[in-house]
Structures are given as structure tokens and as C-alpha cells.
T-cell receptor, first 112, second 115 residues
Framework: AQKITQTQPGMFVQEKEAVTLDCTYD???????LFWYKQPSSGEMIFLIY??????QNATEGRYSLNFQKARKSANLVISASQLGDSAMYFC?????????FGSGTQLTVLP | DAGVTQSPTHLIKTRGQHVTLRCSPI?????VSWYQQVLGQGPQFIFQ???????GRGNFPDRFSARQFPNYSSELNVNALLLGDSALYLC??????????????FGSGTQLSVL
């Protein structure tokens, strides 16, 4: 069974600063994917970034980067230069062929 | 191009009633999944369909059922509604089935309230 743990229920960051959202995972699969999604109050899950278990380099997508440490089973999301529009719920998720398993989420608030 | 579309956006039902939620995937996507998100929690997997066949089922009772049509759209049905079924129901689509590295694209969800 796959499990995702997000230990930060809420985080605050000052506008224009960087913030790291923590995610650890547990799986017995050799091949898996790790995703981060953003969920604003509107409810839609917005894809941010993906890291494959065999990828040697950390994934980056614009202001988002994923700090992948396979031995520690962690996949932290780093948001650089935070913007007010980044305020939302952030979910870490792990994929198998059939489904995504989500963590409980981190509510990020960007302060002006 | 249209993203994943879900209808209705909001729904209010009473206990014991039946509900049908609808989803249209991104054009060209053949796989549709359903997730339930209770307030304050992450989404939980309900079903995955690919080429009109059920390919995966989460830990949900038989009151929950789904199907996929030839045009790859999908319906989620819930019978004998309980108060605990109140949640945001998310539909997601992906191109294929069977790979762990393919991202899911989500719709905006249907907010179901059971009174």
C-alpha cells in the first residue's frame, strides 16, 4: 500500500520569499511517480510538478521545484518568490498505474 | 481546448436519495477516475475506468457505482445517500492506463451536500 504524509497543516510565508512544503512517502513499488497539486478555494486540482522514481535530477517547473531524496523517501515542494496568488491548499500525491494516493495537504498563506 | 468538465457544480440531496454525477474528459483521453474529497482531507480514490471497463476500485461500499460511455465520458452513481457522502467529487482524466508517470488532469468537481 502507498502512503503519503504531509506534516504541516498550515504554513505562512512573506510575499517574494521562498517556502518549502514537506512530503514523505512510503511504498514497496520500484516504479512510481510523485506529484504536487494546488487546490485554490474554487476546488479544482491544478497540476504543479512531477518527479519519477527513476529520475536522477530534481524536477523544476518555473517557480516550483521538487527536492527529491529517494533514500529518505521525501519529495518536498519548493516555491520560490512567493506570490499572493500562491495562497491555496497544496497536496502531495503518489501514483500507481491505477490511482493517485494523496496526503492530507498543507494550507499555504502568502502574506503581503 | 476544454479541460475536464463536471456537472452539476453543486447538488443538494436528502438521505436515502440517489445521485448521478457526470464527467467529460479532455478530448483524446481514454481514462477517467473519480475521487471523493471530504472537507479538510485529501481526495480518496473511488474508481478508474479505461476503455469503458473498470480498472480499479477504492475502498468504497457497493452503493457507489460508475460507468464509462463510448465517448469516454463517465457517470458516478451513489445510491441510498448518507450524511457522510457529503463531499467534493472530483473527476480526473489521463491519456492512457497502466503507467505511473502520467499526470491526471482534474475537473472543478461537484459539491454534494446530503441533508
Amino acid at each position: 500500500a502507498q502512503k503519503i504524509t504531509q506534516t504541516q497543516p498550515g504554513m505562512f510565508v512573506q510575499e517574494k520569499e521562498a517556502v518549502t512544503l514537506d512530503c514523505t512517502y512510503d511504498t514497496s513499488d520500484q516504479s512510481y511517480g510523485l506529484f504536487w497539486y494546488k487546490q485554490p478555494s474554487s476546488g479544482e486540482m491544478i497540476f504543479l510538478i512531477y518527479q519519477g522514481s527513476y529520475d536522477e535530477q530534481n524536477a523544476t517547473e518555473g517557480r516550483y521545484s521538487l527536492n527529491f531524496q529517494k533514500a529518505r523517501k521525501s519529495a518536498n515542494l519548493v516555491i520560490s518568490a512567493s506570490q499572493l496568488g500562491d495562497s491555496a491548499m497544496y497536496f502531495c500525491a503518489m501514483s500507481s498505474a491505477r490511482q493517485l494516493t494523496f496526503g492530507s495537504g498543507t494550507q499555504l498563506t502568502v502574506l503581503p | 481546448d476544454a479541460g475536464v468538465t463536471q456537472s452539476p457544480t453543486h447538488l443538494i440531496k436528502t438521505r436515502g436519495q440517489h445521485v448521478t454525477l457526470r464527467c467529460s474528459p479532455i478530448s483524446g483521453h481514454k481514462s477517467v477516475s473519480w475521487y471523493q474529497q471530504v472537507l479538510g482531507q485529501g481526495p480518496q480514490f473511488i474508481f478508474q475506468y479505461y476503455e469503458k471497463e473498470e480498472r480499479g476500485r477504492g475502498n468504497f461500499p457497493d452503493r457507489f457505482s460508475a460507468r464509462q460511455f463510448p465517448n469516454y465520458s463517465s457517470e458516478l452513481n451513489v445510491n441510498a445517500l448518507l450524511l457522510g457522502d457529503s463531499a467534493l467529487y472530483l473527476c480526473a482524466s489521463r491519456l492512457m492506463f497502466g503507467t505511473a508517470n502520467e499526470k491526471l488532469f482534474f475537473g472543478s468537481g461537484t459539491q454534494l451536500s446530503v441533508l
